[in-house]
C-alpha cells in the first residue's frame, strides 16, 4: 500500500512506482466485498497540524486490509486536490477490477461545508485566506468525489458508497467560508456520515473513531450489519456535545456486515433442523395443540432456548450437565453482580421485549437492549429521554399509568415503567398460585413503590430501593432456596441433527439472564481475557435474542422480520410439543438423566 507523507511528490518517480504496486495490490481478486480508500492529513502547512487523523486513517486501513475480501488504498498527507482525485482514480479502477459491494472512502482532517452546500476536505496545502474563490479551488469536495467515482458506481455497476468524514464541518480559524442549510442531493447511492454537526468543530483525537472500531458494535464487529453500526456510532455521539450526523444511510445494503462469519448462520440452521425434528417425534402437551401443525406458543412467562454444540457424540455424553453448569454460572454470575441497578435493568430489558412495546425505529430497541448489557448506568440514560419523547410507546404502560399513578412525574417515568414490568412478572410467573402473587405485590408495595414514587424520594433512591428488593427476592438470603422467578426445564432428550442441540424452557427472567452472561463471556473473549473452546457455540431465543462465540445481538439483526417471526414461533412450538425436565431432577440424577436419550 502507497502510504503519501508531506515531503513525497505525488509526481515523481517513486511516486509513480508506489501507485503502480498499489494499483497491482488490488487486482486479481475474484471476490471483494468492500474496496475502500483512508485519508489521513495531518501535516498542514497553512493551519494547525493535526496528530491523531493520519493514525486513524493508518488504522482503519490495517482493519479493512485484515478482513477477508476487503482492500484497502492508504493515502496519508494529501499535498494537493489533484493528489487526492488521482489517488480517488486508483480507487476506481480498483472496482472496474474487482466490484465491490460497497466503496467506503475515509477521511481524516480538516473539513468543512461550503455555502453551496458540499462537504469539503482540506488537503495538506490549504492556504488559510479570505480570497474565498482561491480557498474554493483548493478544497476537495464531495462532489469532486463523486465525480470521479461516477463512472465506475452509476450506472451498470451501481455500487453504494459510503463517505466518512471524521472533520470539522466549521470554517478553521482564518478563512470566512460559511454553513449551508442543507446537503446537496446526489444521484448516486451515496451515504454519508460525519463525526459532527453544522457548525460545529471536530476533535483531533475522534471518540468518533473509538466507537466506529467498537469491537461489538462497531464496524468490524463479527456479522454486525453496517447499516446497524452507524446508527451505534452515531447514537453514541448524542452523549456528547459534538453530534454526529448522516445522510441517506437506508443507501447502504441491508444486513450487509464488512465482517461476515457464517458460522452463527449455519449453527441456526442446526436449531432449526433439531426444532423440525421435535416436531416429527415429539407428541403434544396437550390435545388443545395438534402435532405439527400447532401454532399455540407456551405459557406467557416461558421462553425457549435453544443451545448448539458441535461437538462428536462421545464428546456430548454430559450435555444436559454442562448446560445446567452455563445456568448455574450465569445466575452465580448475576448475584455476585455489584454493578449499580443490574436488576432493574434487567427488568427493564423485559419491558422493552413486551409485544405491545412499540419503537420508532428498529435500531432504538437494538441499541438499548445491548446497552442494558454493556453499561446498565447508560442505558438508563438513555431510556429516559427515549420514553418522554415518545419514542418507546406501550399501549398497555399508558393505560396502566393512567390507572394507577397518573400523576408520577416525568423524571420518575423509568421507575413507573419498572413498577409495570415488576408486577407483570410476577403475575406471570405466579399465575398457578394467586394468593403468593399478592403477598408479593403486597411486599413490593410496601418496601419499594409507596416510598419510591413520594416527592420526598428522588429518582436514584427509589431505583436503589427497587434494586434492594428484587435481589432480595430473587436470591434470598444466603442458603434459601431460589424462588420460583427463576426456574428452568431441560428437555429430556438431547436433539442429534449430525451435531447436537439443547432446549430449555425457562422464565422471561432466567432468559434475560442468560442473554447477559453469554454477552459478558463474548465481551472477555473479544477482548483478549477469555479462551474459547466452550461445549455450546450458539445460542438462540424465543424471546429474540441471539449469541455465539464471538458475537450477541438480536435475532432481527441476523435474518428478515419473516424468518425471525418463523424462528421465534418455532421455538414456541417446542414449548408445546416436548417434555421438559425440571432441572433440580436432573442436579438429583434422576432417572431421566440416566437414560442419555438421543433424537
Given at each position: ?35 475502500a ?60 477490477t474487482?466490484t ?24 495538506c496545502?490549504?492556504?488559510?485566506s ?26 451498470d ?128 402437551k ?9 401454532t ?30 452455563v ?9 455476585a ?12 430489558s ?22 442494558a ?104 438470603e ?60 450458539t ?34 412450538r ?8 425440571d ?17
Open positions: 500500500m502507497l502510504m503519501l507523507s508531506a515531503d513525497e511528490d505525488s509526481g515523481s518517480a517513486a511516486g509513480k512506482e508506489h501507485a503502480s504496486v498499489r494499483k497491482g495490490s488490488m487486482s486479481g481478486r475474484r471476490r471483494v466485498r468492500v474496496q480508500i483512508c485519508f489521513g492529513a495531518g501535516d498542514y502547512k497553512n493551519v494547525d497540524k493535526l496528530v491523531d487523523a493520519p493514525k486513524d486513517a493508518r488504522t482503519l486501513h490495517a482493519k479493512i486490509e485484515a478482513t477477508e475480501h476487503c482492500r484497502c488504498i492508504l493515502a496519508l498527507d494529501p499535498q494537493s486536490k489533484e493528489e487526492m482525485r488521482r489517488q480517488l482514480a486508483e480507487l476506481a479502477d480498483a472496482c472496474y474487482a465491490p459491494e460497497i466503496t467506503i472512502v475515509f477521511f481524516a482532517g480538516h473539513g468543512c461545508q461550503l455555502t453551496t452546500g458540499p462537504l469539503a476536505m482540506f488537503p496545502d490549504f492556504t488559510s479570505e480570497d474565498v474563490e482561491k480557498m474554493e479551488g483548493e478544497l476537495f469536495t464531495l462532489n469532486d468525489l463523486l465525480q470521479v467515482l461516477r463512472e465506475s458506481h452509476s450506472k455497476h451501481d455500487i453504494p458508497v459510503l463517505f466518512i468524514m471524521d472533520a470539522c464541518r466549521k470554517a478553521v480559524p482564518g478563512h470566512s467560508i460559511r454553513m449551508e442549510a442543507a446537503e446537496t442531493y446526489h444521484e448516486e447511492r451515496t451515504t454519508v456520515v460525519c463525526s459532527c454537526s453544522r457548525a460545529q468543530l471536530a476533535e483531533d483525537e475522534s471518540s468518533f473513531f473509538k466507537d466506529l472500531l467498537d469491537p461489538l458494535q462497531g464496524l468490524f464487529a463479527v456479522n454486525m450489519p453496517l447499516r446497524d453500526a452507524l446508527l451505534f456510532v452515531l447514537r453514541r455521539s448524542r452523549t456528547r456535545t459534538q453530534w454526529g450526523r448522516s445522510f441517506s444511510l437506508e443507501d447502504v445494503p441491508e444486513r450487509f456486515c464488512i465482517n461476515h462469519d457464517p458460522t452463527c448462520g449455519a449453527d441456526r440452521m442446526e436449531m432449526l433442523r433439531a426444532i423440525r425434528r421435535l416436531f416429527e417425534w415429539s407428541e403434544p396437550t390435545s388443545t395443540c395438534p402435532p405439527k401443525t400447532s399455540c406458543p407456551p405459557p406467557a412467562d416461558k421462553v425457549i432456548v435453544a443451545a448448539y454444540s458441535p461437538r462428536a457424540k462421545e464428546e456430548a455424553e454430559n450435555l444436559k450437565s454442562e448446560l445446567l453448569a445456568i448455574e454460572g450465569a445466575l452465580k454470575g448475576l448475584q453482580d455489584t454493578s449499580e441497578q443490574k436488576f432493574c435493568c434487567l427488568f427493564l423485559l419491558f422493552l421485549r413486551y409485544e405491545e412495546t412499540k419503537f420508532a425505529s428498529e435500531d432504538i430497541q437494538n441499541e438499548l437492549l445491548t446497552t448489557k454493556n453499561n446498565p448506568g447508560r442505558f438508563l440514560k438513555h431510556l429516559e429521554p427515549d420514553l418522554r419523547a415518545k419514542e418507546i410507546t406501550s399501549a398497555s404502560f399508558s393505560a396502566w399509568i393512567h390507572d394507577r399513578c397518573p400523576q408520577v412525574a416525568p423524571a420518575k417515568l423509568i421507575f413507573a415503567a419498572l413498577d409495570f414490568s415488576v408486577r407483570r412478572e410476577m403475575d406471570r410467573m405466579l399465575q398457578f398460585d394467586p394468593d403468593r402473587a399478592r403477598r408479593e405485590r403486597e411486599e413490593w408495595d410496601a418496601n419499594v413503590t409507596s416510598v419510591g414514587y413520594t416527592d420526598k424520594v428522588e429518582f436514584e433512591d427509589a431505583m436503589k430501593l427497587a434494586e434492594q428488593h428484587l435481589r432480595l427476592k430473587l436470591f434470598g444466603p442458603g434459601e432456596e431460589r424462588t420460583s422467578w427463576l426456574s428452568v426445564g431441560i428437555l429430556d432428550k438431547v436433539v442429534e441433527t449430525g451435531s447436537y442441540v439443547v432446549f430449555m424452557e425457562t422464565t422471561s427472567l432466567v432468559s434475560a439472564c442468560l442473554s447477559q452472561f453469554l454477552a459478558d463471556q463474548v465481551r472477555t473473549r473479544i477482548g483478549g481475557r477469555g479462551a474459547g473452546g466452550e461445549l455450546f457455540r445460542w438462540m431465543s424465543s424471546s429474540g435474542w441471539l449469541s455465539s462465540t464471538c458475537e450477541y445481538r438480536e435475532l432481527r439483526q441476523s435474518v428478515d422480520k419473516e424468518e425471525e417471526e418463523k424462528l421465534i414461533q418455532d421455538l414456541k417446542v414449548g408445546q410439543l416436548a417434555e421438559f425436565v432441572w433440580k431432577t436432573l442436579q438429583r440424577g434422576g432417572e431421566r438423566e440416566a437414560e442419555k436419550a438421543y433424537l
